[in-house]
């Protein structure tokens, strides 16, 4: 960026006679280097948004969430019931139920088959055929069980979870409503926030991922907060860039809120006076200058304050010239 960061500034104005005077000296005014603001609105967006889906569909039977709530990660948001699921454990009990039966039988004769071959009644051939039999019996039981193990797992997915800790935005669903499978049930700003600039394209140049930026910005300078750029988008949409700004602390209350920012945008050469250098008669500023042994009275036309190392400094736009001593307040 071509422009001075704000505490280098500061030292620079220190280390020529800038910082805190008394009233009664005098300072000799030349051109310092300033930064130039630019006051925009940035708007508080979520680092993530994402979406808390069905994992099969049915209907909505419990929602437990609405805009606004603080989540937890793998919270239970919503409950999804397929009523389908019902029916085909149902029908797998009672398949479990004839094939338990079928198997017992099967069982039993086996039993009595291997007393009989002792005895020489039966056959080995047909003793393996009912060892056989209690076999297949015995693999359909587990693969039916298997089935019913897959819908009993279907049923514990008709439970929607938060994916992360975040803020729900937004609950596009009812109660009672149809979803299907792969549908959002809320969304989730996780992540934390952040400040959302949009500038326009010729300010792209300016911009430098680390620049301290101003959130906030109140009367006469000062701010509430500092924030630091941290990405700079390359894709340039409608001839305005996108950045993104970190500030610790940022209000979670309300996403999309819009919050005034000052953002460095270049570096220029101005005339800065103490406040303390100007006073007003008849609507007129004046600032008081020494010229040899004579303080005479200049009239200004002052410009933007700025507040430097805990001062009050004023830009004046004409009226001096490099040079100048003025002085400050009464001799």
């Given amino acids: 960026m071509k422009h001075l960061p704000s505490l280098l500034l500061m030292a620079m104005l220190a280390s020529t006679g800038m910082a805190a005077l008394a009233r009664g000296e005098t300072i000799a005014v030349e051109p310092r280097p300033i930064t130039e603001w630019k006051a925009i609105y940035g708007m508080i967006e979520a680092q993530e948004r994402v979406p808390a889906r069905a994992r099969i569909g049915g209907t909505i039977e419990i929602l437990e969430v609405t805009e606004g709530d603080l989540v937890k990660a793998g919270q239970r948001l919503a409950v999804v019931k397929d009523d389908k699921l019902a029916f085909r454990l149902k029908a797998i009990d009672a398949q479990l ?31 393996e055929q009912l060892t056989t039999e209690v076999d297949v019996l015995q693999g359909q039981i587990r693969s039916v069980e298997a089935d019913r193990r897959v819908i009993e797992q279907q049923v514990t997915e008709g439970e929607v979870l938060a994916p992360e800790d975040g803020i729900v935005l937004d609950v596009p ?55 630091r750029l941290v990405k700079i988008y390359p894709q340039i949409t409608g001839g305005r860039v996108q950045a993104d700004v970190e500030v610790p602390g940022l209000e979670n209350r309300f996403v999309g809120k819009r919050v005034p920012v000052r953002l460095p945008i270049g570096q220029r050469e101005a005339i800065l006076v103490p406040a303390a250098a100007l006073s007003m008669t008849g609507g007129i500023d004046f600032v008081q200058v020494k010229t040899g042994e004579e303080i005479l009275r200049r009239a200004v036309v002052p410009g933007q304050r700025t507040r430097i190392n805990g001062e009050e400094w004023i830009e004046i736009l004409t009226g001096l010239v490099p040079g100048d001593e003025v002085v400050i307040g009464d001799e």
């Fill in 173 to 227: 669903v009812s109660k009672g409503s149809v979803i299907n499978p792969g549908e959002p049930v809320a969304i989730i700003g996780g992540g934390g926030l952040f400040l959302r600039l949009s500038l326009p394209e010729r300010h792209a140049d300016d911009l430098v991922e680390g620049d301290e930026i101003e959130i906030g910005a109140g009367e006469n300078g000062t701010t509430a907060r500092k924030g």
């Fill in 97 to 127: 139920e004839a094939l338990e039966a079928r198997l017992a039988t099967a069982e039993a004769e086996l039993k009595r088959g291997q007393e009989l071959i002792k005895r020489g009644v039966i056959t080995t051939q047909r003793l």
